[in-house]
């Protein structure tokens, strides 16, 4: 029996050789959430299917959705390639990163309508020219409910007050009020901006961001800081973060935290492939 095909709204998040003449494309749909289609003929020439499957298209396309194993792409609606992947190799790895992020977070063809928004609001927030190191450690930070992490940033984890300075404290699952510092040998010392951006970072809606400047320094504070929550406590680290960690640019001030004491344990390699 001959399958259906039906339309669907997705973001090209990679695209890999397969066979001789074939591709293998990987959507965040709107619809099933992850989902990996052959494109039968993608590299012979003039194939129609080459020019709108590039990595960072978003479109309307056509195709037979199997629940399990390989979907099949048969053509596209209409499509938009975002600028700043493209054009820009810092954008195209921190968005090569969240997409994966998201993709560690949630199994292929489980629906995820929230986050294929918020990918497309990362392309668009990329395009309109937002620091693409802010738009990840946002992801980072929404993510960390995904991953079975739910660190309370919103008030002291210990006494509930939302008053006096913060820290993070990995051992109370959250924020501090410095009422507790002496509690916790290992909280983070984080600066007070630093903290600031966490706590808004896990409510903000990227469609709403106009434009964001941080400090390098702050910056720094929050890559190690995520790093350290994201080793310790979710274990993901896909193949694509460890280009951006080589690329070192965020570390230019880099201004080391307080010693910790407590030897940080390996981080893992989740990659799938
Ligand atoms: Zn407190």
Redesign the pocket.
Known sequence: MAEAAVDFTGIVVGRQDYREHDALVRFLTQQYGFKTFIARGLKRPKAKLAGVTLPFTLGDYVGVVRPTGLSQLRTAKGTHLFRAPMSDIIANAYATYIFDLIRMAFPEGQAIPKWYTTGKNVLLGLDRGLDPAVLANIIEIQLLPAFGVAPQLRV?A????DD?PMDYSEAAGGL??D??WAQDPHRFHAGAKTIYYMRRFSVVNIAQIQSIKINNTTKAELRTILDQIYSDTVGAYPRSKRFIDSLGQWNQDFKPLAPRTEPGKEASDDDDQ
Do not use: A, L, V
């Open positions: 002291c210990i006494c509930g007050r006096r501090i009020c009422r507790h």
